[in-house]
């Protein structure tokens, strides 16, 4: 595939999703956007490139997007889903991970691993940790509790979908020392830089 990655993804955005009022869906799931936008997508890429993250962790890797943006700029991706946003197909499991690797292999993608959140993998220490899975309640806190141990002591956190008060709140019950960077322009994203 020729072009430059951004045109590279929107070709396989349009082949294998669907746009939504807000990033993009799965076709057989049209009003249920579970992506980044295009926009915060090459912000996201353009920010691994600028701080030298070399691995991450995604937790809700949702269409996959997101996933293309980050991989395009990092060494090693780990995403992880639970798949219970699309508990209606016949075999969830099966039909995400299949439209997820074909995206990857369009892509020429090779350096992306996904994961089940309830099958056991390991992990190795990454630079950072990209918050995106459930949204109700403190559960992105959770997920932050559960996957901080695989950040390496200088790292950075993104939480997607929310805003920099109850990002704030979340990272301030670690005790640890975190720079909060908002972005205003992008549809909740928050960046926290461990100091």
Known sequence: ???????????????????????????????????????????????????????AIEIGTGTGYSGLYMATALKNLYTIDNGSCFTHLEHPREELRTLWESMCEDMGLTNIKFLWRDEPFELPKVDMLFIDGAHGGDLPYQDFVEYSPHLKDKHWVLWHDWDITFVRDSVAKTGYNYKLISLPHTYGLVIAEKK
């Open 1 to 55: 595939m020729t072009g430059t990655f951004k045109e590279k993804i929107q070709a396989i955005a349009a082949k294998y999703l669907v746009p939504s009022y807000y990033g993009y869906a799965f076709p057989f799931d049209a009003d249920n956007p579970l992506s980044v936008t295009p926009e915060e997508g090459e912000y996201i890429h353009d920010f691994i490139l600028d701080k030298g993250i070399e691995s």
